[in-house]
């Protein structure tokens, strides 16, 4: 069976939708990044309580934080309004 010929401006290559703006991999990643934070909030406390000093695992909760705020804030605008 022959290929159809292609049409004049466009590429013979399928095209794409990127998986990393896709509402799904955000919220999924979202979660993870969150979950981090979490975490790392119990870390910070176990290293209080330990009397271990806490300064990098404050900075891990930070990012973690700053992720996870940044990647909801990016759910919201790939989900379009409410329904």
Do not use: Q
């Given at each position: 069976m022959r290929d159809p010929a292609p049409r004049p401006g466009h590429s013979d290559k399928a095209r794409r939708a990127s998986a990393?703006?896709?509402?799904?991999?955000?919220?999924?990643l979202a979660v993870v990044f969150t979950v981090a934070a979490l975490l790392s909030v119990v870390l910070v406390v176990v290293d209080l309580?330990?009397?271990?000093?806490?300064?990098?695992?404050?900075?891990i909760v930070f990012l973690n934080g700053l992720a996870a705020v940044i990647l909801w804030m990016l759910v919201r605008r790939t989900e379009g309004p409410a329904r």
């Open positions: 990393w703006t896709s509402p799904r991999t955000c919220r999924a309580v330990i009397g271990r000093p806490a300064a990098g695992d404050l900075f």
